[in-house]
């Protein structure tokens, strides 16, 4: 039997949502409790974080609508990720962003609600000795919360990294995205307790298309087939596994969510599949 397995998709409030996921009267603020209750996911990845930190008021807000066996997890502010040096190239003290991260989220973290925090580095974030020592900081300032770094430089994509990761408690993001030089391929070692999967879509014009554009994929059912075996392996091996499509494009993460949960036997809240 799987262990846990956590499904839904980076980001649940969208306007080109309505009238393709959500009725066109469902107010803005309803949205979360329609993607759990009617769309039946029992988990979401929120990514507004990466934009801007993240406020303990709204976030309490957000709890108060799920069940408590709801889980979110965050993308860490780019602040965290991103943008890291000056542009002189010296290394910038993010101290503060961290502290404020950690201050929006904590409501979910008292709540236990928290899966985890994503770290998704960019693609100039190559395998390095100060890139490695930056990912032992990022987890210290994190303590006891489970942290899942997405590389995108498939520098990385090296047995030493995955033992690297498990000797700093740092978990290793899956992920499927188009298969273009320097990008990392899908890697499905696992690193830590929980296990996590991102579809970001197959679009081949991936660095030379709006971001919009990017994640403007719909995945057939042949695709999606391909993940079970390996969701299946990572699942036997954690205690929980997150699966998030980010193909969030005019719905398209919320159809093919629901078809993986049908390929993985996974009940969702509802009768309803698109």
């Known amino acids: 039997m799987d262990h846990m397995i956590k499904i839904g998709t980076s980001g649940y409030s969208f306007a080109d949502w309505q009238g393709k996921i959500y009725p066109r009267s469902l107010a803005p603020v309803n949205r979360l409790s329609y993607y759990e209750q009617e769309l039946g996911f029992n988990a979401v990845e929120l990514n507004f974080t990466y934009y801007r930190q993240p406020v303990a008021k709204v976030i309490t807000s957000m709890v108060r609508k799920t069940r408590r066996d709801f889980q979110f997890t965050v993308k860490a502010n780019k602040g965290m990720t991103h943008d890291l040096k000056t542009e002189d190239g010296r290394p910038v003290n993010n ?86 030089p320097r990008l990392m391929p899908m890697v499905t070692e696992v690193t830590g307790d929980t296990g ?29 087939e391909e993940f079970v075996p390996k969701i299946r392996q990572v699942s036997a091996k954690t205690k929980t596994t997150y699966l998030f499509f980010n193909n969030c494009h005019g719905g398209k993460a919320v159809k093919n969510a629901l078809q993986l949960m049908e390929l993985l036997e996974i009940k969702p809240n509802t009768a309803k599949l698109f």
């Open 196 to 224: 996590y999967f991102r579809f970001h879509g197959r679009n081949p014009h991936w660095f030379n298309t709006t971001v919009a554009e990017r994640y403007n994929y719909l995945y057939n059912k042949e695709e999606l």
């Open 95 to 180: 101290q503060d962003i961290f502290k404020g991260f950690l201050a929006g989220i904590e409501p979910l973290v008292v709540n236990n609600q928290l899966g985890a925090v994503l770290a998704q580095f960019p693609v100039m974030f190559n395998d390095s000795e100060e890139n490695r020592n930056y990912l032992v900081r990022f987890k210290e300032r994190m303590g006891q919360i489970p942290v899942i770094v997405e590389f995108r430089n498939n520098s990385w994509e090296k047995p030493d990294t995955y033992q690297f990761l498990k000797s700093n408690s740092l978990g290793l993001c899956s992920v499927d995205e188009p298969k273009l």
